[in-house]
């Protein structure tokens, strides 16, 4: 994953470009070609791939499933019997089996530095 030196996230949609401050960022979804960037105030789309996203991003966020990304920090809950992450903002975010494993170990790396 490339770290990003600037502390926010660039999105150019036809003659306009919108910048979101990193830790406003909820999480990115993947809906058909476009991607969706979600924070507490905002959601907007674009043309863009996961490749695209992550070149911007710090560290910090990562892959759930392959239709989503989304920030750790916040994240409220797991709930490993649906297999949804519960964001703040109110969202419920899938986790495939096949990134389970990652994400369990984030958060357990993440509760383990509070």
Same mark, same amino acid.
């Given at each position: 994953?490339?770290?990003s030196?600037?502390?926010? @996230?660039? $999105?150019?949609i %036809?003659?306009e470009t919108?910048? @979101?401050?990193?830790?406003?960022?909820c999480?990115?979804?993947? *809906?058909?070609? !476009? /991607?969706?960037?979600?924070?507490? +105030?905002a959601?907007?789309?674009?043309?863009?791939s996961f &490749?695209? $996203?992550?070149?911007?991003l710090p560290? %910090?966020? /990562?892959?759930?499933?392959? %239709? @989503? &990304?989304?920030?750790l920090?916040?994240?409220r809950?797991?709930? +490993? *019997?649906? /297999? !949804?992450?519960?964001?703040?903002? %109110? #969202?419920?975010?899938p986790?495939?089996? #096949?990134?389970?494993?990652? $994400?369990?170990? &984030?958060?357990?790396?993440? +509760?383990? *530095?509070?």
């Amino acid at each position: 994953m490339h770290q990003s030196t600037h502390h926010r @996230f660039k $999105v150019k949609i %036809g003659a306009e470009t919108f910048f @979101f401050n990193h830790e406003d960022i909820c999480f990115f979804e993947a *809906r058909a070609k !476009e /991607m969706v960037i979600k924070t507490f +105030s905002a959601e907007k789309s674009w043309y863009a791939s996961f &490749a695209d $996203v992550f070149e911007q991003l710090p560290e %910090g966020f /990562m892959r759930c499933h392959k %239709g @989503f &990304a989304v920030n750790l920090q916040h994240i409220r809950n797991f709930n +490993s *019997r649906d /297999m !949804e992450l519960n964001i703040a903002d %109110g #969202s419920s975010i899938p986790v495939s089996r #096949s990134y389970k494993h990652e $994400v369990v170990k &984030a958060l357990n790396s993440m +509760s383990s *530095r509070t």
